[in-house]
């Protein structure tokens, strides 16, 4: 990552490395595009943050005895730490656009992130009582589906700006990139729906699989959601810039210009 020749693409690697200590300063200074798109890919990498601290701790036990890294160990709360840093990265830069614009909307966004803490604190918070079915569990449940239908909902809505009134594709939006492959649109929102509540493979059952396989399919599932969220969000985006005219050949005039005019020049 950090090798100084130009070498295994030099360029995107320095790239990558601006980008993520743009994100370790939110908050100093105005969101672009890219840094708030950065940091959404970071928050479908929570089992892989979360992973950093059971590997530190295994590490430190020489690999021996790695199950006592987990909920029970008193350093357990880091993996919780680690995993929430996207988030409240998220939740500072939507402050700071708040800040910037003082549109309403970005608040709204935050309290999506917010609403992401509070259901993986109660997530770990269970985890950490024994994963059984009592109160925090209840509670995990509920921040679970609110989280989720928050989330699912400003992918469809705004990130994606689908399901407007009055299209010529229902459920879709006026315009559209990928016109060879509209089915893949009404794909993508039930799919991203269904992802956004992968959570309840975590709950205890006696006929479920191996607690760590579960959560490996959690990752693997959240990662591939993620990668086809981006294309609707970055068509989006696109979409969005040439309406305002970042993104275009020519500026249409305010009048006809093959129309002449004769005017005096007294």
Known sequence: MFDPFNLFFRS???????????????????????????????????????DLYLFGCSYARHFN?????????????????????????RVIQSVKR?????LNTHLINGGKYLAGIAYY?????WRRQGSSRNTSFALWCLFGTIYSLYAAGWDV????SLLRPHVKYRFLRAELIYT????????????????????????????APNFYLRLFIAGFLEMLRRW?????????????????????????????SHHRIDTDDD
């Open 157 to 160: 809505l705004m990130d994606w």
């Open 180 to 207: 060879d492959y509209v089915p893949l649109y009404y794909f993508a929102i039930i799919s991203n729906l269904l992802i956004r509540f992968i959570w309840v493979i975590y709950i205890p059952s006696s006929s």
């Open 228 to 256: 086809q969220w981006n294309f609707f969000r970055l068509e989006n985006e696109h979409l969005g810039n040439m309406d305002q005219y970042r993104v275009t050949h020519e500026v249409p005039l305010p009048y006809d």
């Open 65 to 89: 005895g790695w199950r006592d890294c987990g909920s029970s160990a008193p350093t357990w709360p880091a993996a919780f730490v680690l995993a929430m840093l996207p988030f409240l990265i």
């Open 98 to 102: 708040y800040v910037d614009s003082r």
């Open 12 to 50: 995107s690697r320095y790239w990558l490395i601006k980008s993520i200590s743009k994100l370790l300063t939110s908050g100093t200074r105005p969101v672009e595009f890219a840094d708030f798109w950065m940091g959404d890919q970071f928050c479908s990498l929570i089992f892989t943050l979360s």
């Open 121 to 125: 604190l109660s997530y770990y918070i």
